[in-house]
C-alpha cells in the first residue's frame, strides 16, 4: 500500500482557538431538558483552546486549570458563571491572590483525553493545580466499546487521516487556511436539528454490565492522571460528578434514559448503579493517594434548579459548583 496514503494522529480533543460566537441549545438539548433557557450563549476560546476567560494575569500567583467533559465546558451557562472561571474569581477575592483558572472542558470527551491534555498541552503551563472531572462519558465508552481504546468515529483516540489528493480535500484545506473558524461558525447559526448518533454501529445491541471491570478501568486512569500530576510538581484534585440519578427520579430524567432499557436492555436503575459506583471510584482512588476530592455528587442538590438534565449544570447550579470548589481549594492553597 501507498505509504502516504494514511496518516495517524492522536485526537486532542479541544474547541478551533480563538473561537468567538454564540451556541443555541439545539431541540434534542431542549427536549431532554426542564430547565434549560433557549437562547444565545457567548462562547469564546483563547489562542490555546481553553476556553474564555481564560489568561487574565500575564504572571498569576496561582493557576488552576479544570479538566473534563461536557459537565466541566459548561457551554449552554453564561460566561461568567461557568464554574471553572467564577471559582477561580471567588478564590482570587478570599485569599487576594492573582489567579488564572482555564476551562479545558470539551464534550464527549473522557478520561484518557483529559490525559492526553495534561501531557501535550497542561504540563507546559506549569500549572499549580489540574482539577480533573470525569464520569458518563467514560461510563459510556466503556459500555458501548467496552475499552478505551476503540475506533468510534468521534472518540477514538486516534484518527486515521486519509491523505489520498482529491478535489475536496484541497478544498478543504484551502478552507480551513483562509476560513478556520467557517464551519464552527456555521454550526453556530445552523445548529442540527437532529439528535447525533455516535454509536449507531452498537444500536440495538444488549449490554452486560461488569461492574468490576468498569471500575478498574475507570480508576486505572485516574491513579494515572494522579501520577503524572506528581511526577510534573502539579497538584491533583479529583472531583465527583453531580446528577439527577435519584432513586425516584424525575420524569425527565426516565425520559432521557429509556433508549438505554429499550436497545440495549440497561434499566434505570442498573444505570444509576454503576454511575454511583464511578462516583465511589473516585473518592477511593483520591483517598488512597491521599488527595483532595470535591465531592459535587454529594454536595449539589438533584434537582432542576441547578442541573438543566441529567448532568449539565444551569447557571445556579454552576454558581453553586464554583463555591463549593473554592471553598474545598482554599485549604489546600493555603498549605
Not at 29 to 58: H, Q, V
Not at 291 to 299: A, G, M, P, S, T
Request: proline share 6%.
Amino acid at each position: 500500500p501507498d505509504a502516504y496514503s494514511t496518516n495517524r494522529y492522536i485526537r486532542l480533543k479541544e474547541h478551533k482557538p480563538s473561537f468567538s460566537g454564540f451556541l443555541i441549545p439545539s431541540e434534542y438539548n431542549i427536549r431532554d431538558a426542564d430547565s434549560l433557557i433557549k437562547k444565545k450563549y457567548m462562547f469564546r476560546t483563547d489562542e490555546n483552546s481553553f476556553i474564555m476567560p481564560s489568561r487574565i494575569y500575564d504572571k498569576p500567583d496561582l493557576t488552576i486549570v479544570f479538566l473534563g467533559g461536557s459537565t466541566t465546558e459548561c457551554k449552554y451557562v453564561d460566561e461568567e458563571n461557568r464554574f471553572p472561571y467564577l471559582a477561580g474569581r471567588f478564590i482570587e477575592k478570599e485569599t487576594g491572590l492573582k489567579v488564572n483558572s482555564y476551562n479545558s472542558g470539551v464534550a464527549a470527551s473522557d478520561s484518557l483525553h483529559s490525559i492526553d491534555i495534561l501531557l501535550n498541552k497542561i504540563i507546559p503551563m506549569k500549572p499549580d493545580i489540574a482539577v480533573m472531572a470525569h464520569n458518563i462519558n467514560d461510563l459510556t465508552i466503556l459500555l458501548f466499546e467496552g475499552t478505551y481504546w476503540h475506533e468510534n468515529p468521534t472518540r477514538s483516540p486516534i484518527v486515521i487521516l486519509d491523505l489520498k489528493p482529491s478535489l475536496r480535500g484541497i478544498l478543504k484545506q484551502v478552507k480551513d487556511l483562509m476560513f478556520p473558524n467557517l464551519y464552527s461558525a456555521l454550526y453556530v447559526a445552523f445548529h442540527p436539528k437532529t439528535e447525533p448518533d455516535e454509536f449507531r454501529h452498537i444500536r440495538g445491541r444488549k449490554i452486560h454490565i461488569d461492574k468490576t471491570y468498569l471500575t478498574k478501568e475507570f480508576g486505572s486512569n485516574l491513579q494515572i492522571f494522579i501520577d503524572i500530576c506528581k511526577a510534573k510538581n502539579i497538584t491533583p484534585v479529583l472531583m465527583t460528578q453531580s446528577n439527577r440519578f435519584k432513586n425516584n427520579p424525575d420524569p425527565i430524567i426516565i425520559g432521557s434514559m429509556r433508549k438505554l432499557k429499550d436497545e440495549h436492555g440497561i434499566a434505570y436503575e442498573a444505570y444509576k448503579e454503576i454511575y454511583d459506583l464511578f462516583n465511589e471510584a473516585i473518592r477511593e482512588v483520591g483517598a488512597r493517594n491521599n488527595i483532595l476530592v470535591i465531592d459535587l455528587d454529594k454536595e449539589v442538590p438533584k434537582e432542576k434548579a441547578y442541573m438543566y438534565d441529567v448532568v449539565h449544570f444551569n447557571d445556579t447550579g454552576s454558581r453553586l459548583a464554583a463555591e463549593i470548589i473554592s471553598r474545598d481549594l482554599k485549604p489546600l492553597i493555603k498549605r
